[in-house]
Each structure stands twice: as C-alpha cells, then as structure tokens.
DNA sequence: GATTCTCGGCTATAGACAGCATGTC
DNA sequence: CTATAGCCGAGAATC
C-alpha cells in the first residue's frame, strides 16, 4: 500500500511520506489501515520497537485533522514529549501546529487550545482534566503511547483512568493505543473497544542471541565466535564491544548499548569499556570527543560530571538518572552521532528516547528489588525493550541483542527465560491504594462520580474491571479509600435512605487540583497545624481526630508489592501529641517553623522519592534528629518501631540535604556528602519546591496565620533559589543565581534596590568583569542607566565576592581527609 | 623481594510524573 | 526480609 494512496489525509502528506522514503506501507500499518485508522476507528497496536508505531498514530491523527478535529499525544515520559513534538513539526507544511505541555514545559506560551495536536505525559493529561483545561472535552483522537505502561505499579493506573476519562468526556473519540508485544494484546483492545494489529513484524531484523563460552549462539541458529582475548578485551563485554567495532564495515564501527543493573555498576563498565572504544577512535573523533568532555566538565563540577568526561574522552559513556539532564542528553546525542561508541546505562535508556545501536548487549538480567527481597529476574518484556533497541534504520542489515552467560547452563536458562518466551501480559495496578486513593478524590472532584455508586460505575470503564472476575477486591479497597478521604476532609458523604452522596470538601478540590496523592496533603496539613496550634481550626482538628481514633481500618490488600506503603501511618496520629513538644515553643505557645522542619515535611510525604539510609547514616542522622528535635513538625514515631523511625531519619537525610542546598553549599559538596548524583539534586530539589508550593496554598486554605505562611514561602524560595535567607531578594531577580547573588552580597550590594543605586564599577567587580552580564543585571533590577561603557571592575569589589563563594561546603573545611594517608 | 592470585568480609542496590511563573555560570 | 556482585584488603602463591 502507497502512502499517496490513503484517502482521508491532509492534501500533500501521501507525497511529502513518499519523499521521506515511505515506498509502502510497513505490513502492520497497512492492517492498521484496514481496520479503519483513516476513519476514525479504534484501534490498538501490539508492534515492536521501531517497526513503524509512530506512522500509525500520525495517520490516525492527520486524518482526525483532516476531519477539523484534534488530536493529543499521551507519552510516558518528558524527554519524549519533545521528541515526538520535533517529529510531529514536518507536517506544520501542511498547516498542522504542534503543542507540547508537560510539568516543566508549556508551548510557546502560545493557547494549546489553538493546536491541531497536542503532545503530554499522561500525569498532564489526568492534571489537565483536573483542572478543566479548555480543550480537554473537544478532542476526535487521543493516541497513548507505550500504553503496556498500564502495567506499571505507580504510574500505571494514571494512565489507564486518564483513558477512561478521556472516553467518557469525548463522544466518539478515537482511541490508538500503541503498545510493546504483550502477552494480553487482545485484553488491551477489548478494553478500549478496538481492534486490534498483533505483529511480530520488523523492518530491520533483530537477532537475539547468548553469548557463553567465546560463542554467540542466536536464536535463528546461527552462531557467531566471539572469544574473550587479552586485556582489555578479557571479559565478555569488552571481546563484544570489541567485536562489534571491529567487524562493522561501514567505517564508522557499530556501536554498543550495554545494560547494567545499577548506577555504579554502569559507571565501572564505562570506565573499563573505555580502553577498548579508544582503540578503535579516529584522529578527528579523539579531538571531538575532547571537546565534549571538556563541555561535560564544565557542566557541572562533580565527581559524577568529572568520571563521565573521562570515558568520553576514550568513546565511552555511562547513562543513569543520577546525571543532570544536560548530560544524559549530550551523551544521548552524541551516541547517535556515532561519537560515542558504547554506553553502559541502568534501564533509563530502554524506555527513554531513541538510542538505536548496532549491538545491544544485556549483561545482568537481574536487578535488587527491595519488595522482592533480592535479586529480581528483570521482566520478560523490559528484556525485548532493551533488546529491541538493536539496529539502526538505514546504517544497519540486522540489530543484534546479546544476553550474557557464564556457561552452557546458563545459556539455557537465559534461552528458555527471555529469548524465546513470551512477554508477561499486562495487568492492571488499579487496586492498589496508592493509586486509588488519588484518582478517586480527583474522580469526585472533578464531577465523574457524585455517589458510591457512581464511582463504583465509573471504575468499570478501566481496564481493572474488563480483566477482573470480578469486581469485590476493588469495592472493598474503594470503600476504603472513600472512608480514608472522609476522615481527612477531603470527601464529604451524605447518606439518607437509598442515597449515598459523596462530594468532595472545599480543600478536597484543592489538593486534587494540586496533583497532590491526598496522603501528601494529609501530612502537610497535619504538620502544618501542629506548628501553628492556635489557629481556629482546632475543632475541626479535634473531629478527624476523633474519626481516626475509631480506626479507619483497610480492608488487607492482597497485594503484597504494597508493603512499602503499609507502614505509613494512615492519617494523622492524634493532633495534640504535636503540639507536646516541650522546650521548642516560641513565645505564643507553638513550635517553630524553621526551613529544616518544612523540609523534613515535605520529605515524609509520599510524593517525595525517598532516599536511602546507607552505613553509618543511621548513627549520624539520630543524633541530628535528637539535636533539632525541636525544630520538626508533629509527632516522631517512636525509635523502637524500627521501621518507621528509620523512614522519619531517611526523611531527615533529604531535609538535611535541602538545607545545604538552601544555605548554599555547592552542588558537587552535596553529591559527595550525600553519596548521589547531580540529578538527584536537582529532582529532591525541584520535588521540595513543588510540594512547598502546595504546602502554602494549603496552609492558605485551612487558615494558617500569614506568618506561617510567609514562613513557608520563605523556605520554599530558598529551596528554589538555593540561597540563605539575605540572598532571597537578590536572587530574585533574573540572571542573577545562587552564585552571582552571593559574590554581589560580599561586595556590599545586599538587594534590589542596591543594584540600583550602587557604584557600577563595584557591581562589575562582583560579577568579575562580565560586562554584558552586568548590564542585563542591572537592567532586569530595574535600573535607568545599565550601560556598562567606560566603567572599570572594582578590584577590592571582585576579592570580596571571591571571598565569599570559596570553597563553601558548608562545614569548616576537610582536615580528616588526609590522616588516612599517614603510614 | 615484588607482583599477582585468591579468598573472605563488607557494602550497596533502577526509574522520575506533577504546580506555577519565568529564567543558570 | 527470599541475593549477589563488586570492591578492598590480607595473606598465599608465584616469579
């Protein structure tokens, strides 16, 4: 079939896909063609990776354009909103706009309601719908991209009621959903009413294979040698590197994609798989890749930032979460550059943008699952993601996927295991508390359900319902979480007779359209009362208390993956306990609210990512929470419940954390003192910001006295800008950070209005002589006359600031660190 | 005597969405 | 917690 011979497109997109190289259709895109794409039809597609998804869901679009609707994009992911976007502009020719929105990303600024497609996470979209986004109910085609992420314990469930909304608001939307190779295909479309396209189908052949004893056996039977030699080559990932840089003809070396199972074991990989890319490296490549690592350097002065440059200096690069995004997506593009020659990467890579190799080579194919209790056999289906990463269009004959095994045995295992098993079928995680507990609160605010029944009528729209046998488990779960929500406030129910009304409470909308999980919400109001006890919400207080006291009790969740939520406290603990605090009140009777208090609540909440407690932090951490006690809001568990005490110190690491961030002790200080990366960082911080933001709008909502709630701003700029509290307003003002604001502050400019009204030659000295960062300054405070012509930096200014910002960690100095070389 | 090998003990363990209002060095 | 691999240092084996 013959792209110019689709009826139903916008006029020049047949020709314009022929220009592209589109000759025929891909066979799966011709069956998707015959089920009705072009007319509207449902239809899900169960098809590999990179084996022309992306035409379907632009067909079904264009057509729906053609049509005078439009059409939205659901992605899992950020990166690959901007990915498709860039995709989807080819066809603004044909006078198709493209929007994009997601949490840090907005178009253009321009109204998404004017865009004929519109690319979002699905965590957007359910926001969107929350927020009664303007467009949201006029759309003729949804696509949902990686929908077997309906499987997904956290994020899955958004996706799946997102859908069902999306359905139900929009008459006779299109629904295409495009899916991995899942066990369960048809269970998918007989959910979304569609039909469906089940294909095996490639345009590039993928080879799977094992390697073990120096042989790569694949699974078409024919074998490949590939022994283990000398160093650098003596281990099985370095002879396969090797090998595929080696016997790739094109000149250029076919690259590795090589996954590990954790951060650090990606970054030794990369480190010992760098003497074998640096043998196969071109005078020119070596002068580039010196550029990039040196770019890389200057990113972001971390230990992190520094071993990464070092592979990439020899072509080899690893890729994990705890990078900054600026890095992950160097190393990303100068991989499909062919610059880089192989990354070593924990599975962020697999589900993450498009990073095709000649080889992929799949070393653990077991990761540490803490739930599990140990070392977990990755899924049938994230094995053939990774796999399918195998084979560039157009440069390579075949992809080649290579699991590793330390013998014959193994090999087996491995063969039965991943290569010719089928993957898992994807189930829904709707049950889970977790999940339901936000989605029904957002399900009742937003007008889907006004009665338990009609909530219960609702969740039969979600896959849940089509896969289960029946609906009790969920009832019992639902009815729980309604009680839950009632007992906080959120939910309001009126029974009388046959009537069985639920609305959600004024601050139930509130923390819906805050995208908050209403446990997030429940402790940060219960934190929040508890530092500003004399509030007049006392009897309210005293009321949920009371509920709670009566022991909202779940009904058991089957679901034993749920342990790591089983031992959050349900609501809050007696709200008097909180205000017991002995020695901390101040004057009028309440505990303080410090920074590191706000931190540490936020940080207890479900919504921030916990981290980890490793050796030693335990000791060091108690003896920080027994000397700032005083300054943490509510009631502490007790340190004999083990395991919710070591919840409340891992909480106080990550307050510990925002606080250095927040008294400006550099980001490479931070990453050390804290064992993670720069990305981590940057993600506690960006979470912290987030839920304080949410905390003041609620602190605002139940009445807490203005001064809390300026206290609260406060620590949530500080977090923001990464400043001390003297900095806060200059800080504010752009192009200035954490860095220009503390240099300015030394030099004796100590805010705003002092960059107006300062000597320039003092401002130019702080900023080390940067002209044109100093007038921008200047300007943006507001200043009539920023010029910068004829004005000399002020020497004794520029010591100052120096002063000042060197070699901040906060703490005095690292005397200890030498002792160790003493022997 | 210096280098390599081996073994036992210790340690650490993937990822990343959202709001809101504009901008780092 | 139902585990395991990498790393490090100490002592043994080897040159």
């Not at 990512?609 to 568990?637: C, F, I, M, N, V």
């Amino acid at each position: 079939m013959e792209p110019t011979s689709l009826s139903g497109l916008p006029s020049g997109v047949g020709e314009a896909l022929e220009a592209e190289g589109v000759a025929d259709l891909y066979p799966p895109q011709a069956e998707a063609v015959g089920a009705g794409l072009l007319e509207g039809e449902n239809l899900v597609a169960a098809v590999p990776t990179a084996s022309g998804k992306t035409l379907i869901a632009e067909l079904a679009m264009l057509s729906a354009i053609e049509r005078g609707g439009t059409a939205l994009y659901i992605v899992p992911l950020r990166a690959l909103a901007s990915e498709k976007r860039a995709e989807f502009e080819r066809f603004e020719e044909f006078g198709v706009t493209v929007g994009v929105s997601t949490g840090n990303y907005d178009s253009d600024g321009e109204w998404l309601a004017t865009r004929d497609v519109i690319v979002a996470t699905s965590e957007k979209v359910d926001s969107l719908i929350r927020n009664g986004a303007p467009w949201i109910d006029d759309l003729s085609c949804v696509v949902s991209d990686e929908v077997h992420l309906v499987n997904d314990r956290s994020r899955g469930p958004t996706l799946e009621v997102t859908l069902a909304k999306l359905r139900r608001i929009n008459e006779g939307l299109q629904t295409v959903a495009l899916s991995a190779t899942v066990g369960n295909a048809r269970e998918i479309a007989d959910w979304l009413d569609a039909a469906l396209v089940d294909s095996d189908w490639r345009p590039i052949d993928l080879r799977i294979g094992v390697h073990a004893n120096g042989t790569i056996d694949f699974d078409d039977g024919s074998r490949t040698e590939v022994p283990v030699g000398d160093p650098p080559t003596d281990d099985q990932t370095a002879a396969l590197v090797d090998d595929a840089l080696g016997t790739v003809e094109d000149g250029q070396g076919g690259s590795s994609l090589v996954f590990v199972n954790s951060r650090r074991n990606a970054e030794s990989a990369a480190g010992d798989l760098a003497a074998v890319t640096r043998r196969h490296l071109e005078e020119s490549e070596r002068a580039e890749l010196d550029a990039l690592a040196e770019e890389i350097r200057s990113g972001s002065e971390t230990d992190t930032g520094e071993t990464l440059a070092d592979a990439v200096e020899s072509g080899a690069a690893f890729h994990h979460a705890g990078l900054t995004s600026a890095h992950r997506e160097l190393v990303e593009d100068a991989f499909r550059d062919r610059l880089i020659k192989c990354i070593c990467a924990t599975p962020t890579l697999a589900a993450g943008v498009n990073t095709p190799a000649r080889r992929v080579i799949v070393r653990d194919w077991r990761r540490y699952d803490g739930e599990f209790g140990g070392m977990k056999p990755l899924d049938v289906l994230e094995v053939h993601q990774m796999c399918g990463r195998a084979g560039r269009p157009g440069l390579d004959p075949y992809g080649e996927a290579v699991l590793l095994a330390n013998s014959a045995e193994r090999s087996e295992e491995l063969f039965d295991r991943y290569v010719w098993a089928d993957a898992e079928p994807v189930r829904s995680k709707l049950a889970a508390e977790p999940a339901l507990r936000t989605h029904v609160l957002a399900t009742v605010a937003t007008g889907f359900a006004s009665t338990r029944d009609g909530l219960f009528e609702f969740l039969t729209n979600t896959l849940y319902a089509e896969q289960a046998d029946d609906d009790h488990h969920l009832r019992s779960v639902t009815d729980g979480v309604v009680e839950y929500l009632v007992a906080n406030d959120f939910l309001e129910r009126d029974r009388d007779g046959d009537r069985d009304a639920i609305a959600a409470t004024s601050i139930g909308h509130t923390v819906s359209r805050l995208y908050l999980d209403p446990m997030s919400a429940a402790e940060l109001i219960d934190g929040l009362r508890a530092a500003s006890g004399g509030s007049g919400t006392d009897t309210d207080d005293a009321t949920t208390a009371a509920d709670r006291g009566d022991g909202v009790q779940y009904a058991p969740n089957e679901d034993s993956a749920e342990k790591t939520q089983d031992f959050v406290t349900y609501g809050r603990v007696d709200g008097n306990d909180g205000r017991e605090e002995a020695d901390s009140e101040a004057p009028d009777g309440r505990p303080e609210l410090t920074p590191l208090g706000l931190y540490h609540l936020v940080s207890r909440t479900p919504d921030m990512y916990e981290l980890y407690l490793k050796s030693g932090d335990e000791k060091r951490y108690t003896q920080t929470y027994h000397e700032r006690e005083d300054e943490l809001l509510g009631p502490a568990p007790s340190e004999y419940e083990e395991v919710r005490f070591d919840d409340w110190l891992a909480s106080l690491k990550t307050a510990r954390l925002l606080e250095d961030w927040a008294t400006e002790v550099d980001e490479d200080r931070i990453a050390e003192r804290y064992q993670v990366g720069p990305g981590d960082v940057r993600g506690k911080v960006d979470t912290a910001e987030w839920l304080l933001r949410a905390a003041e709008t609620l602190g605002r909502e139940i009445g807490l006295p203005d001064d809390a709630v300026a206290a609260v701003r406060d620590a949530r700029k500080r977090v923001e800008y990464g400043v001390r509290e003297e900095l806060l307003d200059l800080a504010g003002v752009r192009e200035v950070g954490r860095k220009r604001a503390r240099r300015l502050y030394e030099a004796g400019i100590e805010s705003r209005s002092d960059l107006r009204t300062a000597e320039k030659a003092t401002v130019l000295g702080a900023l080390r002589g940067r002209e044109r960062t100093a007038e921008t300054i200047l300007e943006n405070a507001g200043r009539e006359d920023p010029s910068m012509d004829d004005v000399r930096p002020d020497a004794s200014a520029a010591a100052a600031a120096t002063a000042g910002t060197a070699g901040n960690d906060g703490e005095g100095g690292n005397g200890q660190s030498n002792l160790g070389d003493f022997r």
